[in-house]
């Protein structure tokens, strides 16, 4: 059998590369920026054939990237999204798709309820204040923020990270109402929550966080009728991906006091330009794409994604695919490559 070859789009963490190694001749862009499709063609070009490309949410898989890479059998993509992957595309051409959900829940749900306790109790404003010497005394009304125990939690989308937020808010005593495509009754029995429809958890929540898929459909789900659907005091975090969120309406409803504030991890350009007009306000809590970064977790997703990639060039169908209808002719596309 041909030793296939892969392109590793960044340096992972933990032993996914030393594991990946074993079962291939591996290509590892060295960079911190992500590779260009005209990249990735020069390492295919270079190579006696590439048949795995393990790419990052960064990493823009279209048909013109896969039409420089025509030996390539898989795309394994270290997300649980796969919104960077046209999978139709990959499709059409017999490459199979992987991705790596299931192991980052606990930690991103971690760290949303740390984004919603910073932004309840203006901890970074804390920080800033403290730092430039505002901080001459004690006062009753310095930086006042609001309670976390008894207010009410929306959770939009209660797959597995929206689950565990909820079984973290249960913990503070929140009120937990949410909206998801489908009602998740172990959930409901487990922390109380309540379902409703997207108005209602919009008008409900003190706080809201965002744990739904970017689809055409949910793109810019939370704009400027949304957020003057919410509460004016309500303050909105987001995990999810950036596109969900409308921008430049979260801007005008921040500064307008439309809602109180906000706290995001994801953003739409990511990263975020440096003159965003966001990064000018006080309310506005904006991290680098990191809720599921610890090194336990992101070691898991990269030897998730290196072990999806194994199988998949063994013949396999991981049982993270996602495109698994193209099995067929996939795995006798396999057979003839690798023979």
């Known amino acids: 059998m041909t030793r296939p070859r892969v392109f590793v789009a960044r340096h992972l963490p933990g032993r996914a590369l030393e594991y990946l190694a074993e079962h291939a001749d591996v ?19 270079r190579s006696v054939s590439c048949h795995g490309l393990l790419s990052l949410l960064t990493d823009r898989v ?13 795309v394994s993509n270290m997300a649980t999204g796969f919104d960077n992957v046209d999978v ?36 970074v404003e804390g920080d ?6 505002r901080w001459k005394t004690w006062g009753p009304e310095v930086l006042l923020g609001q309670d976390i125990y008894g207010a009410t939690l929306g959770i939009v989308g209660m797959g597995g990270i929206g689950s565990e937020v909820a079984r973290r808010a249960k913990g503070f005593g929140m009120r937990i109402i949410y909206n998801s495509r489908t009602r998740k009754p172990e959930v409901e029995e487990e922390t109380g929550a309540e379902f ?5 958890v919009l008008r409900e929540s ?15 789900l939370i704009n400027a009728d949304s957020l003057r659907t919410m509460k004016r005091t309500a303050i909105l975090a987001n995990t999810s991906r950036g596109g969900l969120v409308d921008q430049w309406a979260l801007y005008e409803a921040l500064r307008d006091g439309v809602i109180a504030g906000t706290a995001l991890d994801v953003t739409d350009p990511e990263p975020m330009a440096s003159d965003d007009p966001l990064l000018t306000l006080d309310n506005v809590i904006v991290t680098p794409h990191i809720a599921s970064a610890s ?17 998949a060039l063994n013949g396999e169908v991981p049982e993270n695919t996602v495109n698994p209808e193209i099995a067929v002719g996939w795995r006798a596309r396999v057979r003839r490559s690798l023979a």
Do not use: C, Q, Y
């Open 62 to 74: 279209d048909a013109a990237l896969l039409d420089s890479a025509p030996d390539l059998l898989v």
């Open 295 to 311: 090194v336990a977790t992101r070691s898991r997703m990269a030897m998730l994604a290196a072990e999806n990639m194994v199988r």
């Open 196 to 200: 409703g429809s997207l108005d209602e």
């Open 206 to 220: 003190d706080f809201l966080t965002i744990h739904a898929p970017l689809t055409p459909e949910t793109k810019h």
């Open 88 to 123: 139709p595309a990959a499709s059409e051409r017999l490459v199979l798709v992987t991705r790596t959900p299931g192991v980052l829940a606990e930690t991103t749900a971690d760290f949303t309820f740390a984004l919603i306790l910073a932004a309840a109790r203006r901890v």
């Open 27 to 45: 290509d590892i862009w060295p960079d911190e920026m992500p590779p260009s499709a005209a990249d990735v063609a020069d390492v295919a070009a």
């Open 128 to 133: 800033r204040f403290t730092r430039e010497g």
